[in-house]
């Protein structure tokens, strides 16, 4: 069964880091490009991050290039999301999410994690 | 960038309604596009990729139409599980999500 569990979420001040991480199961994470999508309390869903099976390309969501880090270990299954210089606008569940064919073309997130809570606030 | 505007934004609607929700482009996107389905609290959950192909485990009433830069998705006879919200999603850009509502 393929699970994806996050960790590391919770309350940071304005300008503080958070790192967050997704632990991967039952499948072969290492075949997988992986994501991070944010969710505002009551807004949409928000794409923030995106990188390859391997680690060596890595994309951004304009609002947080320069402040957001994707990293994978795949001999650990696990997806990490270091954040810094972090905004009250931040505030959000974290997701991350396995990109269902892995490939420029376009195919969904079919499995996604429980999510984490990040909270940006004095 | 593209953007992805969904309408309506609200649907109120009654078990064993059919349901249509509509997603637009700003420029063409050939098939590339996703259908998730979210309830309060929960993750998303993927319906329909590539405008059209019903994700494995996913009811047969959930379908998925269209390509360039207009798609729908249809719900053949709403059931009371498929209260929800609705987000068609382009690559990396999401549409702003359509809440189904009970009428």
């Known amino acids: 069964e393929v699970q994806l569990v996050e960790s590391g979420g919770g309350l940071v001040q304005p300008g503080g880091s958070l790192r967050l991480s997704c632990a991967a199961s039952?499948?072969?994470?290492?075949?997988?490009?992986m994501h991070w999508v944010r969710q505002a309390p009551g807004k949409g869903l928000v794409w923030v991050s995106r990188?390859?099976?391997?680690?060596?390309?890595?994309s951004y969501a304009d609002s947080v290039k320069g402040r957001f880090t994707i990293s994978r270990d795949n001999a650990k299954n696990t997806l990490y999301l270091q954040m810094n210089s972090l905004r009250a606008e931040d505030t959000a569940v974290y997701y991350c999410?396995?990109?269902?064919?892995?490939?420029?073309?376009?195919?969904?997130?079919?499995?996604w994690g429980q999510g984490t809570l990040v909270t940006v606030s004095s | 960038d593209i953007q992805m505007t969904q309408s309506p934004s609200t649907l109120s609607a009654s078990v064993g309604d059919r349901v249509t929700i509509t997603c637009r482009a700003s420029q063409s996107i050939s098939s590339w596009l996703a259908w998730y389905q979210q309830k309060p609290g929960k993750a998303p959950k993927l319906l329909i990729y590539?405008?059209?192909s019903l994700e494995s485990g996913v009811p047969s009433r959930f379908s998925g139409s269209g390509s360039g830069t207009e798609f729908t998705l249809t719900i053949s006879s709403l059931q009371p599980d498929d209260f929800a919200t609705y987000y068609c999603q382009q690559s990396w850009t999401f549409g702003q999500g359509t809440k189904v509502e009970i009428k």
């Open positions: 039952g499948f072969t994470f290492s075949s997988y490009w």
């Open positions: 999410a396995r990109d269902r064919d892995s490939s420029w073309y376009f195919a969904g997130f079919d499995y």
């Open positions: 990188i390859n099976s391997d680690g060596s390309s890595t």
């Open positions: 590539k405008a059209s």
